[in-house]
C-alpha cells in the first residue's frame, strides 16, 4: 500500500484481488457444489434459489444492505487496529456493549418521546459502552501487559454475561430473557412502510467508513498507525507516541463496533429489542472481512455487501431442505481460500523474483 | 575444502550486484572478501551460502558442481555461514539453539547434545553456559554459540560477515585466535567479509577485493594498506585533520548528576557528567560494560534509580523519550532496522511521519522534501524505495537524514556499525557539521580509532564505573585498549 503512487497502486491491487479472489471462489463454489452433490440436492437449482433468495426483490436487496452495515462498521473499526498491529478480537464484546447502552436509553423510551432525541442519545451511548469496553482492553495491554487477543476474548465472554445478566434481571420482560420491544420512536425511521432500508442507518455506517478512510490514506496520524502496525519500536524512536495511538485506535474501534450494536437493536431488520447473544458473531465477521481485503480499506464495502448476502440467500436454501449454515460454511471456507491463495501468490512472486 | 566460483551473477533489477565474479578458495587458509557496502560482498557470501541462487554461474566444491536451495541445504554440502546479527532464538537456551535444525529423531538428545557443545566450546576456548538464556548473552557470546553450533554440523567452510562488529577487543582476539586455529591446523576454509582493514590485516592470508560487484584484485597479505583502499574505493581516501573542540562561554547543555542506572548486567553507579554545546564525547567501553544504559538514560528510554539529569537548566530527570525529545534530544539507535526505522514504509512515508506537520499528510510537498533529502544526505534510493531495500550506508544515511535539524544534544549509539570507511567518514562529516552548530554529540562506538579521532572528551567504562579522559590526544590507544579492559 504505497501512497505516493496511489493510482497505481489501485489498479494493481484490484488486480491483485481478483487474482486470489477468483480462484479462491471458484474453489470454494466447486466445494460446495460437491456437498451439494454428495446430500442429492441440484447445486444449480441452489445457486438460483440463493440468488433469488439474496437479491430477488426489493425487499431482500434492502435487507442485505441493512444487514452488510454493522459489518461495515465492525470492519471500519478494525481497519484502525490491524493498521497499527493491534489484533482486536474483543469487538466482540464492544458490540455487545454498545447495544447494551444503546437498549439503556432505547427502553426508557415512550410513545411520546421525540425521535430526534432519542435516536442521538442511544447512538451516543452505543459509542461510549463500545469504547470504554475498547480502551479496557487496550488499558490490560499497555498497563497490564496483557496480550490484547487474550484480554479480548476475555472481555467478550464478560459482555456476554452481563448481557445475560442484563436479560434475566433487571430488564427482563415477560418470560423469555428479553427486554420489551422498544417503541417506535426510539427505532431508527425506515424510508417506506414495506422496505427495511433506513436512510440515517445508511448513513452512519458510511461517515464511520468514510472516516476511517480518510485517516488512514490522509493523515499523519494514520501515517503513525501504520509504522506503529510494522514496527511499533521503531515508530516509538522515531516519535511515534505509541502508547497514545494504541488507546485512540481501540477506543474508535470500540465506537463503531458500539454503532454496530446499537443498529442491531434498533434498525429497522432488528428485532427492536435487546435479546441474548446479540451481536451473534458480527464482530468476528468482520475480522474476517478486514483479513479478506488484506486490511486494505477500499475493498472494506463490497466484501462487506457480499457477506450480507449470504445469510439472506442461505435462508431461501430451506425450502430445499438444505440447511442455512451452509452459508456460514461458505463464508469461512471463503476466508480460508482467500487467505491460501494469498499466501500462493507471495510465495510464488517471491521464487519468481529469485529465478 | 576448496570452493570455486565461476562467473557468478546475480542482478536485481538494473543493478548487477554481483557481475561474473570468479575466484578460487583453498582449505586451510583465511580469506577476506573486502569492499566498500555495496560492492557486492553480501549478495555473493549469499549466493555462496544457499540464500539465494545466482542468475548465472556455477559453485564447484573440490570440484563437484554443486547447487543449492537452501542454507540448511549449503550446511550439508559444509557451508555454514555467520551473520551479522546472529540468527538464534533470544527467548531459548544455549543448549536449545545449539540443538534447533540438528536432524534427527522425535525426542530431542539434549544429554549427548549438551556434551557435544561443552566440547566444542572447549575446544576453541568459548565459555558457553548451555543454560544461558541468549537474550542475556553478548553479541560475541552469541557469535560465539553459532560458530559452534556449525561446526558440529560438520561445516568446513565458514563464512563471517562483519564478525567483528560489536564485540569487545578480547573477544575479538578469541574468536580470530579460533579462526586462525580451525583454518591452519584444522584445514578448514574461513570466508571473512569485512570492510574493517585493520580486521583483514591481522587475520588474513588473502584478501579477495570487490569493487562494483567485481573482482577488481586477490592480493596476498600483507599488502600495503593505502594499497588496499585504493583497490577497495578506486581511488586514494586522504585524511582530513579534525578542528579541535574551543570551549565556548560556558553553554551547559547535560548535566547529569550521581546517576544510577539499573542494567541486566553491570549496574551503572553513581556517573556524573557535564556537557557543552558542541562538545564531541565518545565512550569506550566492552559490551555491555554500561555505556549504552548511560546513552538511554540521557535519551529518557531507560530510568535511573538515584541521581538527576538536566537538560540545560530543566531537570529532566522523570521526563519521558518524547518529552525530552522536545527540548531538542535525539537519540540513534545502533539497530536501524529494528529500532530505528520501519520496514515497510517508503522513505517519503519516513520523512512525512517524523515531519512534524498537521493533522493531513502533504504527500506532494513530503515527496519533495524527500527528494531534497536524498540529494543533500546523497542517499542512494528513490522517494518511494521501501526502506528495507537500501543497503546499510544508506539506510543510516537516512536515518541521520530523519533527525530534526536543529538539536542540543544527539545521543549516538554506534552510528558508523556495518558502515565502510568512507561512509563512516561522510557519516562524521553531517555529525561534525551538527556540531559546528552548537549541538553536543554523545557516542559509543566499539572501535577505539573512531573514539580516538571523534571525540573532545573520552569516557571509558568498566564494570558500571566510568572514568573521564579530559584530552584524548594525551592517551594512546593501547592505553585505551587497557583501560577498557579494566587496567
Same mark, same amino acid.
Given at each position: 500500500?504505497?501512497?505516493?503512487?496511489?493510482?497505481?497502486?489501485?489498479?494493481?491491487?484490484?488486480?491483485?484481488?481478483?487474482?486470489?479472489?477468483?480462484?479462491?471462489?471458484?474453489?470454494?463454489?466447486?466445494?460446495?457444489?460437491?456437498?451439494?452433490?454428495?446430500?442429492?440436492?441440484?447445486?444449480?437449482?441452489?445457486?438460483?434459489?440463493?440468488?433469488?433468495?439474496?437479491?430477488?426483490?426489493?425487499?431482500?436487496?434492502?435487507?442485505?444492505?441493512?444487514?452488510?452495515?454493522?459489518?461495515?462498521?465492525?470492519?471500519?473499526?478494525?481497519?484502525?487496529?490491524?493498521?497499527?498491529?493491534?489484533?482486536?478480537?474483543?469487538?466482540?464484546?464492544?458490540?455487545?456493549?454498545?447495544?447494551?447502552?444503546?437498549?439503556?436509553?432505547?427502553?426508557?423510551?415512550?410513545?411520546?418521546?421525540?425521535?430526534?432525541?432519542?435516536?442521538?442519545?442511544?447512538?451516543?451511548?452505543?459509542?461510549?459502552?463500545?469504547?470504554?469496553?475498547?480502551?479496557?482492553?487496550?488499558?490490560?495491554?499497555?498497563?497490564?501487559? &496483557?496480550?490484547?487477543?487474550?484480554?479480548?476474548?476475555?472481555?467478550?465472554?464478560?459482555?456476554?454475561?452481563?448481557?445475560?445478566?442484563?436479560?434475566?434481571?433487571?430488564?427482563?420482560?415477560?418470560?423469555?430473557?428479553?427486554?420489551?420491544?422498544?417503541?417506535?420512536?426510539?427505532?431508527?425511521?425506515?424510508?417506506?412502510?414495506?422496505?427495511?432500508?433506513?436512510?440515517?442507518?445508511?448513513?452512519?455506517?458510511?461517515?464511520?467508513?468514510?472516516?476511517?478512510?480518510?485517516?488512514?490514506?490522509?493523515?499523519?496520524?494514520?501515517?503513525?498507525?501504520?509504522?506503529?502496525?510494522?514496527?511499533?519500536?521503531?515508530?516509538?524512536?522515531?516519535?511515534?507516541?505509541?502508547?497514545?495511538?494504541?488507546?485512540?485506535?481501540?477506543?474508535?474501534?470500540?465506537?463503531?463496533?458500539?454503532?454496530?450494536?446499537?443498529?442491531? &437493536?434498533?434498525?429497522?431488520?432488528?428485532?427492536?429489542?435487546?435479546?441474548?447473544?446479540?451481536?451473534?458473531?458480527?464482530?468476528?465477521?468482520?475480522?474476517?472481512?478486514?483479513?479478506?481485503?488484506?486490511?486494505?480499506?477500499?475493498?472494506?464495502?463490497?466484501?462487506?455487501?457480499?457477506?450480507?448476502?449470504?445469510?439472506?440467500?442461505?435462508?431461501?436454501?430451506?425450502?430445499?431442505?438444505?440447511?442455512?449454515?451452509?452459508?456460514? &460454511?461458505?463464508?469461512?471456507?471463503?476466508?480460508?481460500?482467500?487467505?491460501?491463495?494469498?499466501?500462493?501468490?507471495?510465495?510464488?512472486?517471491?521464487?519468481?523474483?529469485?529465478? | 575444502?576448496?570452493?570455486?566460483?565461476?562467473?557468478?551473477?546475480?542482478?536485481?533489477?538494473?543493478?548487477?550486484?554481483?557481475?561474473?565474479? $570468479?575466484?578460487?578458495?583453498?582449505?586451510?587458509?583465511?580469506?577476506?572478501?573486502?569492499?566498500?557496502?555495496?560492492?557486492?560482498?553480501?549478495?555473493?557470501?549469499?549466493?555462496? $551460502?544457499?540464500?539465494?541462487?545466482?542468475?548465472?554461474?556455477?559453485?564447484?566444491?573440490?570440484?563437484?558442481?554443486?547447487?543449492?536451495?537452501?542454507?540448511?541445504?549449503?550446511?550439508?554440502?559444509?557451508?555454514?555461514?555467520?551473520?551479522?546479527?546472529?540468527?538464534?532464538?533470544?527467548?531459548?537456551?544455549?543448549?536449545?539453539?545449539?540443538?534447533?535444525?540438528?536432524?534427527?529423531?522425535?525426542?530431542?538428545?539434549?544429554?549427548? #547434545?549438551?556434551?557435544?557443545?561443552? *566440547?566444542?566450546?572447549?575446544?576453541?576456548?568459548?565459555?558457553?553456559?548451555?543454560?544461558?538464556?541468549?537474550?542475556?548473552?553478548?553479541?560475541?557470546?552469541?557469535?560465539?554459540?553459532?560458530?559452534?553450533?556449525?561446526?558440529?554440523?560438520? #561445516?568446513?567452510?565458514?563464512?563471517?560477515?562483519? +564478525?567483528?562488529?560489536?564485540?569487545?577487543?578480547?573477544?575479538?582476539?578469541?574468536?580470530?585466535?579460533?579462526?586462525?586455529?580451525?583454518?591452519?591446523?584444522?584445514?578448514?576454509?574461513?570466508?571473512?567479509? $569485512?570492510?574493517?582493514?585493520?580486521?583483514?590485516?591481522?587475520?588474513?592470508?588473502?584478501?579477495?577485493?570487490?569493487?562494483?560487484?567485481?573482482?577488481?584484485?586477490?592480493?596476498?597479505?600483507?599488502?600495503?594498506?593505502?594499497?588496499?583502499?585504493?583497490?577497495?574505493?578506486?581511488?586514494?581516501?586522504?585524511?582530513?585533520?579534525?578542528?579541535?573542540?574551543?570551549?565556548?562561554?560556558?553553554?551547559?547543555?547535560?548535566?547529569?548528576?550521581?546517576?544510577?542506572?539499573?542494567?541486566?548486567?553491570?549496574?551503572?553507579?553513581?556517573?556524573?557528567?557535564?556537557?557543552?554545546?558542541?562538545?564531541?564525547?565518545?565512550?569506550?567501553?566492552?559490551?555491555?560494560?554500561?555505556?549504552?544504559?548511560?546513552?538511554?538514560?540521557?535519551?529518557?528510554?531507560?530510568?535511573?534509580?538515584?541521581?538527576?539529569?538536566?537538560? #540545560?537548566?530543566?531537570?529532566?530527570?522523570?521526563?519521558?523519550?518524547?518529552?525530552?525529545?522536545?527540548?531538542?534530544?535525539?537519540?540513534?539507535?545502533?539497530?536501524?532496522?529494528?529500532?530505528?526505522?520501519?520496514?515497510?514504509?517508503?522513505?517519503?512515508?519516513?520523512?512525512?511521519?517524523?515531519?512534524?506537520?498537521?493533522?493531513?499528510?502533504?504527500?506532494?510537498?513530503?515527496?519533495?522534501?524527500?527528494? *531534497?533529502?536524498?540529494?543533500?544526505?546523497?542517499?542512494?534510493?528513490?522517494?518511494?524505495?521501501?526502506?528495507?531495500?537500501?543497503?546499510?550506508?544508506?539506510?543510516?544515511?537516512?536515518?541521520?537524514?530523519?533527525? +530534526?535539524?536543529?538539536?542540543?544534544?544527539?545521543?549516538?549509539?554506534?552510528?558508523?556499525?556495518?558502515?565502510?570507511?568512507?561512509?563512516?567518514?561522510?557519516?562524521?562529516?553531517?555529525?561534525?557539521?551538527?556540531?559546528?552548530?552548537?549541538?553536543?554529540?554523545?557516542?559509543?562506538? +566499539?572501535?577505539?580509532?573512531?573514539?580516538?579521532?571523534? $571525540?573532545?572528551?573520552?569516557?571509558?567504562?568498566?564494570?558500571?564505573?566510568?572514568?573521564?579522559?579530559?584530552?584524548?590526544?594525551?592517551?594512546?590507544?593501547?592505553?585505551?585498549?587497557?583501560?577498557?579492559?579494566?587496567?
Amino acid at each position: 500500500m504505497d501512497v505516493v503512487r496511489r493510482s497505481d497502486n489501485r489498479f494493481t491491487g484490484l488486480i491483485r484481488l481478483a487474482v486470489t479472489l477468483g480462484p479462491a471462489l471458484l474453489i470454494v463454489v466447486v466445494a460446495l457444489a460437491l456437498i451439494l452433490l454428495a446430500i442429492n440436492k441440484d447445486p444449480v437449482t441452489a445457486v438460483l434459489q440463493f440468488i433469488d433468495g439474496a437479491l430477488g426483490t426489493d425487499q431482500r436487496r434492502s435487507d442485505v444492505l441493512m444487514i452488510a452495515l454493522p459489518v461495515l462498521l465492525c470492519s471500519s473499526g478494525l481497519l484502525l487496529t490491524f493498521t497499527a498491529g493491534l489484533w482486536n478480537i474483543g469487538i466482540e464484546g464492544q458490540v455487545a456493549m454498545g447495544a447494551i447502552f444503546a437498549t439503556g436509553i432505547a427502553r426508557l423510551v415512550t410513545v411520546n418521546t421525540s425521535s430526534w432525541l432519542a435516536i442521538p442519545a442511544e447512538l451516543a451511548l452505543a459509542m461510549l459502552g463500545g469504547a470504554l469496553w475498547a480502551l479496557l482492553a487496550a488499558l490490560l495491554k499497555t498497563r497490564g501487559n &496483557v496480550n490484547e487477543i487474550f484480554g479480548g476474548v476475555a472481555l467478550n465472554f464478560i459482555a456476554g454475561n452481563i448481557l445475560l445478566f442484563l436479560l434475566n434481571g433487571p430488564w427482563q420482560a415477560g418470560n423469555y430473557p428479553q427486554t420489551a420491544p422498544f417503541e417506535a420512536p426510539a427505532l431508527l425511521p425506515r424510508l417506506t412502510p414495506s422496505l427495511s432500508l433506513s436512510l440515517p442507518a445508511l448513513a452512519i455506517a458510511a461517515t464511520g467508513f468514510l472516516a476511517v478512510f480518510f485517516i488512514l490514506r490522509g493523515t499523519h496520524w494514520g501515517l503513525q498507525l501504520r509504522a506503529m502496525g510494522r514496527n511499533a519500536r521503531s515508530a516509538f524512536m522515531l516519535g511515534v507516541r505509541t502508547e497514545r495511538n494504541m488507546l485512540l485506535s481501540m477506543a474508535l474501534c470500540g465506537m463503531l463496533a458500539g454503532l454496530a450494536g446499537a443498529l442491531l &437493536v434498533i434498525s429497522p431488520i432488528s428485532r427492536g429489542k435487546l435479546v441474548p447473544n446479540i451481536s451473534g458473531g458480527l464482530g468476528f465477521l468482520g475480522v474476517l472481512v478486514v483479513l479478506l481485503v488484506n486490511v486494505l480499506p477500499t475493498w472494506v464495502p463490497f466484501v462487506a455487501l457480499f457477506f450480507a448476502i449470504i445469510p439472506i440467500g442461505t435462508l431461501k436454501l430451506q425450502n430445499l431442505g438444505i440447511d442455512p449454515s451452509l452459508g456460514n &460454511v461458505f463464508q469461512s471456507a471463503l476466508v480460508l481460500a482467500v487467505l491460501l491463495a494469498n499466501g500462493f501468490r507471495t510465495r510464488l512472486s517471491r521464487t519468481s523474483r529469485e529465478s | 575444502m576448496r570452493v570455486e566460483l565461476d562467473q557468478i551473477t546475480k542482478i536485481f533489477g538494473k543493478l548487477r550486484a554481483n557481475n561474473a565474479i $570468479s575466484m578460487t578458495l583453498e582449505g586451510g587458509r583465511i580469506y577476506a572478501i573486502l569492499g566498500e557496502n555495496g560492492a557486492g560482498k553480501s549478495t555473493l557470501m549469499k549466493i555462496l $551460502s544457499g540464500y539465494q541462487p545466482p542468475d548465472s554461474g556455477r559453485i564447484l566444491l573440490d570440484g563437484t558442481p554443486v547447487s543449492f536451495s537452501t542454507p540448511a541445504d549449503a550446511l550439508n554440502f559444509g557451508i555454514g555461514m555467520l551473520h551479522q546479527d546472529p540468527l538464534d532464538v533470544p527467548s531459548l537456551t544455549v543448549l536449545e539453539n545449539f540443538m534447533l535444525g540438528e536432524p534427527g529423531g522425535l525426542l530431542p538428545r539434549r544429554k549427548a #547434545a549438551r556434551e557435544t557443545l561443552i *566440547a566444542f566450546a572447549e575446544r576453541f576456548g568459548f565459555t558457553l553456559r548451555p543454560d544461558a538464556y541468549v537474550d542475556g548473552l553478548t553479541i560475541g557470546e552469541r557469535q560465539q554459540l553459532e560458530i559452534v553450533r556449525l561446526l558440529s554440523r560438520g #561445516a568446513q567452510v565458514l563464512i563471517l560477515d562483519e +564478525p567483528t562488529t560489536g564485540i569487545s577487543a578480547d573477544q575479538k582476539a578469541a574468536l580470530f585466535g579460533s579462526l586462525q586455529r580451525l583454518a591452519h591446523t584444522g584445514g578448514l576454509t574461513v570466508i571473512l567479509v $569485512s570492510h574493517k582493514l585493520e580486521d583483514v590485516e591481522v587475520l588474513c592470508d588473502e584478501v579477495v577485493v570487490l569493487r562494483q560487484g567485481q573482482v577488481v584484485g586477490q592480493v596476498m597479505m600483507p599488502y600495503p594498506t593505502d594499497q588496499l583502499v585504493t583497490l577497495m574505493f578506486g581511488k586514494a581516501l586522504d585524511r582530513t585533520p579534525r578542528q579541535p573542540f574551543e570551549r565556548q562561554a560556558q553553554t551547559k547543555v547535560l548535566h547529569v548528576k550521581a546517576l544510577t542506572v539499573p542494567d541486566s548486567r553491570v549496574a551503572l553507579v553513581d556517573i556524573s557528567l557535564e556537557v557543552e554545546a558542541g562538545e564531541v564525547i565518545g565512550m569506550a567501553g566492552l559490551d555491555g560494560s554500561g555505556q549504552n544504559a548511560f546513552l538511554r538514560a540521557c535519551a529518557g528510554l531507560q530510568f535511573g534509580t538515584a541521581g538527576e539529569i538536566r537538560l #540545560a537548566d530543566t531537570d529532566v530527570t522523570r521526563w519521558n523519550y518524547h518529552d525530552r525529545a522536545q527540548l531538542g534530544v535525539a537519540y540513534a539507535p545502533a539497530g536501524r532496522l529494528e529500532e530505528g526505522l520501519v520496514t515497510g514504509l517508503t522513505l517519503t512515508e519516513h520523512v512525512a511521519l517524523t515531519s512534524p506537520a498537521g493533522r493531513r499528510v502533504n504527500w506532494k510537498t513530503a515527496t519533495q522534501e524527500t527528494k *531534497a533529502r536524498i540529494a543533500h544526505y546523497s542517499i542512494r534510493g528513490q522517494p518511494d524505495s521501501q526502506i528495507e531495500t537500501l543497503s546499510g550506508g544508506n539506510q543510516q544515511r537516512t536515518l541521520l537524514s530523519l533527525l +530534526p535539524s536543529t538539536l542540543k544534544l544527539l545521543l549516538l549509539e554506534n552510528p558508523t556499525r556495518g558502515l565502510d570507511v568512507e561512509s563512516a567518514r561522510w557519516v562524521w562529516q553531517q555529525l561534525l557539521e551538527r556540531r559546528a552548530t552548537g549541538t553536543a554529540i554523545l557516542f559509543t562506538s +566499539p572501535d577505539l580509532d573512531e573514539i580516538v579521532e571523534y $571525540s573532545d572528551r573520552i569516557i571509558v567504562f568498566f564494570g558500571g564505573k566510568a572514568r573521564m579522559l579530559n584530552d584524548p590526544s594525551q592517551t594512546s590507544l593501547t592505553e585505551l585498549g587497557q583501560m577498557i579492559g579494566g587496567k
